[in-house]
């Protein structure tokens, strides 16, 4: 996945490697962002259809999965593709992508 290369070099040449563990962290941090952007843009639920996000947030979304996959030497491509491939199967098992679980 070229942005996986991209997240890749920019954390190499910014010297900024960490421990996969902090990698995570950061993931839930980020989506944790996403919950407050749409919590704060609709009300807490109360207007739905006011959901507001901002795009750069959803690119720190991004960002910090790339940078985890790339720390656990997972290809993000890869990882991307076996999902497709098990909701494809679920929807044809169950008529939904969802695990049930």
Known sequence: MDGQQAVAD??????????PAF????????VGELGK????STDYGASPDD???????IGDVLFAA?????S????????LEEALEKYERRIE???TPGSGA
């Open 10 to 19: 920019f954390v190499e040449t910014h010297d900024l490697e960490t421990p």
């Open 23 to 30: 990698r995570l962290l950061d993931l839930v941090s980020e």
């Open 37 to 40: 952007d749409a919590n704060e």
């Open 51 to 57: 959901l507001e996000i901002a795009s750069d947030e």
């Open 66 to 70: 790339l940078a985890l996959a790339d």
């Open 72 to 79: 656990l030497e997972i290809d993000a491509g890869e990882a």
């Open 93 to 95: 098992d169950s008529e």
